[in-house]
Structures are given as structure tokens and as C-alpha cells.
């Protein structure tokens, strides 16, 4: 089912007057935020999906955000489906998952980048 503006929605429920914000645009699917040099945090849109139908795991590369839930009050569902490849700029050490407020976080916690001894030659 979709939300259609009829001639009886708008006299139903005008709008008067309202804000929010979000930290990304509702048409924006994710986002990637470097918390410091050997953390970053992929935010991904994941609202109306419950954490525990939410599936994240990493193949190879690979990472997947996979969920959906029913929403039984409007006859619906709530669907995400998202794949990412990783840059294999930086080796990924170990990886953490949330999901609070519509959001699922995906943390990639880096390993320091070893420190190679160039020795000069004759």
C-alpha cells in the first residue's frame, strides 16, 4: 500500500506545520564516517526494519545489510537490501554492528599499517 495524497488525506490531515532532521537524506541509503585513522562507521538507512530481522555479514570483500519486517497497522513492509565492496586500501581487523533509530552502524576497526624498515643500498 502506498500513501496517496487524495482530496481526503489533505482534508483528514493537513499539514500545519512541522520539522526534523536526520543526518542523512531520507533518499541517501548510507553513509561512511571515518571516526580516526583506524576507524570508520558505515550508517546505513535501515528504518521500519527490526534489528533482530536484520542479517549483516561480510564474504570474502563483501559486506550485505539484508532485512525486512511486515508492518501489519498500514498492510506493508520495510525492506533493505545493500551490498558494499571494501577497498582493499586498508585490512580490515574486526567489524561491529548496531542498529538504533533506524540506522544500522557498521564499525570497521583497521589494523595499524606496519612500518617497513628501507634500508639504503650500495
Request: proline share 2%; charged share 30%; aromatic share 14%.
Amino acid at each position: 500500500m502506498s500513501f496517496e495524497n487524495t482530496m481526503l488525506d489533505q482534508l483528514l490531515f493537513g499539514w500545519v506545520d512541522g520539522s526534523f532532521y536526520r543526518p542523512m537524506k531520507e533518499v541517501q541509503r548510507y553513509r561512511i564516517y571515518d571516526i580516526d585513522d583506524n576507524t570508520s562507521v558505515l550508517v546505513a538507512n535501515t528504518l521500519g526494519v527490526a534489528k533482530d530481522d536484520l542479517t549483516v555479514k561480510m564474504v570474502g570483500d563483501m559486506l550485505t545489510i539484508k532485512g525486512e519486517t511486515e508492518q501489519p497497522d498500514i498492510k506493508d513492509k520495510a525492506s533493505v537490501n545493500y551490498s558494499f565492496r571494501l577497498s582493499k586500501e586498508k585490512k580490515v581487523s574486526n567489524i561491529e554492528w548496531k542498529n538504533a533509530d533506524g540506522f544500522t552502524y557498521v564499525y570497521f576497526h583497521y589494523e595499524e599499517p606496519a612500518e617497513i624498515d628501507i634500508s639504503y643500498k650500495d
